[in-house]
């Protein structure tokens, strides 16, 4: 478990994507689902509190007037998401990362044009308060069955936002509503007696040290290649994951 999260976390530092989806959907391809997500959230918590360091105390208070309505809709999407995730079988939520994890490498590649995603972005990527509620509220349900957060990065970068407003919503979104996580998943029992929460403690370690690795050498290799392996790894994960869940093999 300590080699996964470190290998996602080298994955997150050599291609800039994918340590949630790395850490989550291998984890969930050896052992229970529930527990594989479980396993990530302290990992992702510490992986994400660099963001922090790139706020100030103005762009805190200007994300929180524009963003907060978005904030509020992803804490209480990601309660409900982590609710259901206490309840439901572990063949469907293996079945559901399986899909949002070959649903991302789709999303994410550049060779096949995926129809309606523009006509999605245009629609529903826009800055009011009804659709960030919406979008937020959303995104906290998939982030907190599947600890992923693409679709936030997705919103937020559509919006062309300075730099600084940009890491400050994710820092919000990523470190608020993953320490909100911690107390929820305690309270659902999905920390199985504290137990997962130690090893999850534990994992963050390599974690950060793979992200360090990572960006270390990621100017060694071509960006493009790097990706297109980390996309081709995500499919047969997600393969793996589809089968799991629905032949139970």
Known sequence: MLAVVGLGGVVKGLVGFGYAIAGTAVLA?????????ALMIVPMLAANLRLLGELTR????????????????????????????????????ATGLGAFTLAYVLLQQDRVRVP????????????????????GFA?????????????????????????????????????????????????FGLFEAGSTLWVSAGAAVPGVVGVALGERFRDRVDDAVLARVALALFA???VRLLSKGILGV
């Not at 309606?116 to 979008?135: D, H, I, S, Y």
Request: one cysteine or more.
């Open 116 to 135: 309606g995603v523009a006509a999605f972005e245009r629609a529903c990527f826009v800055e009011t308060t009804t659709m960030k509620v919406f979008l």
């Open 29 to 37: 391809s050896v052992l229970s689902p529930t527990t594989a997500v």
């Open 58 to 93: 103005s762009g805190l208070r200007s994300c929180v007037r524009r963003f907060w309505p978005f904030v509020a809709a992803a804490v209480v999407g990601t309660v409900a998401g982590m609710a259901v995730l206490s309840v439901v079988p572990g063949r469907l939520v």
């Open 236 to 238: 047969v994960i997600a």
């Open 139 to 187: 995104s906290g349900v998939v982030f907190g069955v599947s600890n992923a957060a693409v679709q936030v990065v997705a919103y937020l970068d559509s919006l062309d936002l300075d730099r600084e407003t940009f890491a400050g919503v994710l820092a919000m979104i990523l470190v608020g509503v993953s320490t909100v996580r911690l107390g929820v998943a305690w309270q």
